[in-house]
Nanobody, 121 residues
Framework: VQLQASGGGLVQAGDSLRLSCQAS????????MGWFRQAPGKEREFLAA????????RYADSVKGRFTISRDNAKNTVYLQMNSLRPEDTAVYYC???????????????WGQGTLVTVSS
């Protein structure tokens, strides 16, 4: 499965942004999907996950209430809606897929190339 993330960019604090992750070349169905980020000098951080077919979601405390993960299974796409962005949200954002339908914060087997989000103050 190949994952292509898009939608990053430069925004101001308080703005919103929606990231997309298009899956191709494999089976999108029966896979839980997740979003992670990595800021300069920091470890990769789990943000959100969604089960197959999308009934269960899980969020990191750092983004709960501001970010929303969703998926459109007909389009093989998972989204991350980010609201009330803060400068500390600046990072490269990655989508990833698991070889299971269940949500989790680890054990992701497929990764996209990342999309940069920069939030200015």
């Amino acid at each position: 499965v190949q994952l292509q993330a898009s939608g990053g960019g430069l925004v101001q604090a308080g703005d919103s942004l929606r990231l997309s992750c298009q899956a191709s070349g494999g089976t999108f169905s029966s896979r839980a999907m997740g979003w992670f980020r990595q800021a300069p000098g920091k470890e990769r951080e789990f943000l959100a996950a969604i089960s197959w077919p999308g009934t269960i979601t899980r969020y990191a405390d750092s983004v709960k209430g501001r970010f929303t993960i969703s998926r459109d299974n007909a389009k093989n796409t998972v989204y991350l809606q980010m609201n009330s962005l803060r400068p500390e949200d600046t990072a490269v954002y990655y989508c990833a897929g698991r070889a299971t339908q269940f949500v989790g914060t680890t054990s992701y087997d497929y990764w996209g190339q990342g999309t940069l989000v920069t939030v200015s103050s």
